[in-house]
Each structure stands twice: as structure tokens, then as C-alpha cells.
DNA sequence: TACTCGATCGGA
DNA sequence: CCGATCGAGTAA
């Protein structure tokens, strides 16, 4: 029985192409061990890139702030934050340090809604900044599973009209169709 | 210090 | 369609 994967290393993440790694992200698990031997892994079915300053619909439009400062990170890290006041959005910062990226889990099998992947998962704000490894207790693993072209689509960004024609229209969510 | 507005969700 | 709920960002 082949319980686990290889673990994503920080250095995948580094990578400055944002929306190819998030293309890449659909069909790898993401990890949680919330305790010893308590660990839950779901396939990541739909996630989101944002990539740089230039990018309206990134957090970094606003350069490094307290907030923003784990954009700028290099990739491998988590960052969480708080949404309408409710909910804790999950995402992987990218790129290399200095270059502000990161990107959106949205979905995992069985759970849609980024508000949703951080509720069942018991993921908040404490994980900010931490790395995705398993000292933290949540990660990704790249257990061979090949979703075919053909059953991932892309489309623009989710409730990001506020970033304009050009930024909210770009391609770049990443999402497997349903069956 | 005041004010605005969200990378959402559930209920009417 | 609307309200919840709160902290970051901005302006003053």
C-alpha cells in the first residue's frame, strides 16, 4: 500500500514561472498532519496564480507591507490571511525572494471553496509563513497522479473584477472539470 | 484616528 | 440578493 509521496521541496516553488506552476499544482495532494499519525491528504483540483506587483489582482499591487512581506519570500512558504472578516484563504508563495507570488488553493477533492479547504483542514493564520514541510504539518506531495490536459480547464481569476479588464480577465485559474 | 473594502459563504 | 465580520490599506 503506497500511503506516501514525495514531497514537494521549497526549491519547486522558486521557480518564476507563477501560473506554470500552479498549472502544475492540479493533481498533487495537499498534506495535513494536525497530530502524530493524524493525517488527511486530498488531490488539489483548482487553484489560482498571482504573480508580481504589476498584477492588480495581487496583493503585492501594494508593495511589501506588513501583510504582503511573505509574498516576497522565497516559494515553499504558506501564506494565510483573513478574507471578509471569515474566512483564511490558503496559498503557497512562488518565485524567488524579492519576487512578490503566490498561489490560491481553491479546491481539493471533496471540498470546493478556498473558505472551505481551510475550514475541514483546520488551517488558519498560525501557519503563515511557516514552510510546507512536515514540520508544520501541512505540505504537498507529488504522489504520481497524472490529470490528463483535456480535463483541466483555464479560466480567469475568481472575485477579482476590482483589478480591471486586463488583470481580472487573465487565464489563470487552474481548475479540473467535474465529471 | 476614521473610513472603505475585500482572492467568500450560507441563508432568505 | 444580502448580511456577516474584521483587519489591512489609505487618507487625513
Redesign the pocket.
Known amino acids: 500500500m503506497r500511503e506516501m509521496g514525495e514531497i514537494v521541496k521549497a526549491k519547486v516553488f522558486q521557480t518564476t514561472d507563477t501560473v506554470g506552476l500552479a498549472r502544475w499544482l492540479i493533481g498533487k495532494h495537499l498534506v495535513r498532519e494536525r497530530a502524530p499519525g493524524e493525517r488527511e491528504a486530498r488531490m488539489i483540483t483548482e487553484v489560482?496564480a498571482?504573480h508580481s506587483e504589476s498584477d492588480l489582482?495581487?496583493?503585492?499591487r501594494?508593495?511589501r507591507?506588513?501583510?504582503?512581506d511573505v509574498?516576497y519570500a522565497a516559494g515553499g512558504v504558506w501564506?494565510v490571511?483573513?478574507?471578509?472578516?471569515?474566512?483564511e484563504?490558503l496559498?503557497i508563495v512562488a518565485g524567488p525572494e524579492g519576487e512578490p507570488a503566490?498561489?490560491?488553493i481553491?479546491g481539493v477533492e471533496g471540498i470546493?471553496?478556498?473558505?472551505?479547504?481551510t475550514?475541514r483542514l483546520a488551517i488558519g493564520r498560525d501557519l503563515n509563513r511557516a514552510a510546507a514541510t512536515a514540520e508544520s504539518g501541512l505540505w504537498i506531495e507529488d504522489r504520481g497522479v497524472i490529470v490528463p490536459e483535456n480535463e483541466i480547464s483555464a479560466t480567469p481569476?475568481?472575485?477579482?473584477d476590482?483589478a480591471g479588464p486586463v488583470w481580472s480577465q487573465k487565464p489563470w485559474r487552474f481548475v479540473v472539470k467535474p465529471r
Not at 489582482?57 to 503585492?60: G, K
Not at 470546493?112 to 479547504?117: A, D, E, I, Q
Not at 481569476?157 to 477579482?160: S, T
Open positions: 489560482e498571482y489582482a495581487c496583493h503585492a501594494a508593495g507591507t506588513k501583510r504582503t509574498l501564506y490571511y483573513l478574507c471578509y472578516g471569515i474566512h484563504l496559498n503566490a498561489i490560491l481553491r470546493s471553496g478556498p473558505g472551505r479547504v475550514k481569476r475568481i472575485g477579482v476590482y
